[in-house]
């Protein structure tokens, strides 16, 4: 695919076309590797575990968080 630079300031741009964000599924970052072949772009995907922290105090706060008892051996008989 053939892409025009555009003018952004004193640096240049390219359009990415609506179509191939949405293959891509970019939302506004991509990360951009410079190789001896040329320039690699790539979607950032979210980090792993994001919103973990969030999810940890709302567990918390709803006392989601609790640990059930753990009955005793001895309460029940063993199969073996």
Request: glycine letters at 4%; charged letters at 35%.
């Amino acid at each position: 695919m053939l892409v025009s630079l555009i003018p952004i300031g004193n640096s240049r741009g390219i359009r990415l076309p609506k179509i191939v964000l949405d293959r891509l599924s970019v939302k506004d970052k991509m990360e951009m590797e410079v190789t001896e072949k040329g320039i690699m772009l790539s979607p950032v995907k979210d980090p792993p575990r994001q919103g973990w922290a969030q999810a940890f105090c709302d567990m918390h706060r709803n006392r989601e968080d609790i640990l059930e008892e753990i009955p005793d051996s001895r309460d029940f008989e063993w199969e073996w």
